[in-house]
């Protein structure tokens, strides 16, 4: 299970704090890490040091120029964030993510995204608008900011409690078709925007929230690929009808 989380940092600045998150992982038992356009240099003396043991992760890290690369081939994405200053999304405490986690994680293809943002400003809407769910670290009120590495501790930290109860429970049978990846999500949200605005349903210059209340929609409903297939046929001939290429 373990193996098929992928943390995913954005925009970070500081290359101390990617060395405070290898290690964070590398006490938890989590080695995927994924880069999405750092702002700093990622293997520094800073970063070794920090990582105390861990830096074998910084130097296999993934690095990406957008989240859409670095999420593409995952089943679930999860924003750690407080919540969608714009329009509400499903919001999961640690522990409710981790107990979604040994179900999440049980087919050979499934992979799990948890995001977070840059250390000063977080994860932006259309960022946030990428995940099918966020997870907010219940912290005090009155001191609520967390270092980056140590809201990763705190969301490995799950994720390995996860993991360990899981250890002598016999697993439930697996579904017989798999989720979409994150990548199959996009084609088909370029497609349904694409056949809205054909058949005159949706007008890009007025928006009002359409596609990202659809995006969440599909996102909460969590299509099979059988069913995507269904759904991207459904688009297809609706253009066909609408006389449209």
Avoid at 60 to 76: G, I, K
Avoid at 216 to 242: Q, V, W
Wanted: aromatic share 4%.
């Amino acid at each position: 299970m373990l193996e098929r989380i992928r943390i995913v940092l954005i925009g970070t600045s500081h290359p101390g704090n990617i060395g405070g998150v290898a290690r964070a992982m590398h006490n938890m038992g989590l080695a995927d890490l994924a880069l999405v356009a750092p702002r700093c240099e990622v293997i520094t003396q800073d970063s070794i040091s920090r990582a105390s043991g861990a830096d074998h992760l910084l130097h296999q890290a993934s690095v990406y120029a957008t989240l859409e690369e670095a999420v593409s081939d995952c089943t679930l994405a999860v924003g750690a964030s407080a919540r969608s200053r714009t329009l509400p999304w499903p919001m999961l405490t640690p522990r409710e993510l981790a107990d979604r986690l040994p179900i999440e994680c049980q087919a050979a293809a499934s992979r799990v995204a948890l995001v977070f943002g840059r250390e000063d400003s977080g994860l932006t809407n259309a960022e946030l608008q990428r995940c099918h769910a966020h997870v907010h670290i219940p912290t005090n009120a009155d001191f609520s900011s967390l270092n980056l590495a140590a809201a990763v501790q705190v969301l490995a930290y799950e994720c390995r409690m996860a993991w360990l109860s899981q250890q002598d429970v016999t697993p439930a049978p697996v579904a017989d078709d798999e989720l979409v990846t994150h990548e199959e999500l996009e084609r088909y949200f370029e497609h349904l925007e694409r056949t809205l605005i054909a058949i005159e349903f949706h007008d890009p210059s007025q928006p009002r929230q359409l596609m990202a209340r659809l995006r969440r929609l599909y996102l909460r409903a969590r299509p099979e690929k059988m069913e995507m297939n269904i759904l991207r046929g459904i688009l297809s001939a609706t253009e066909k009808a609408a006389g449209k290429p």
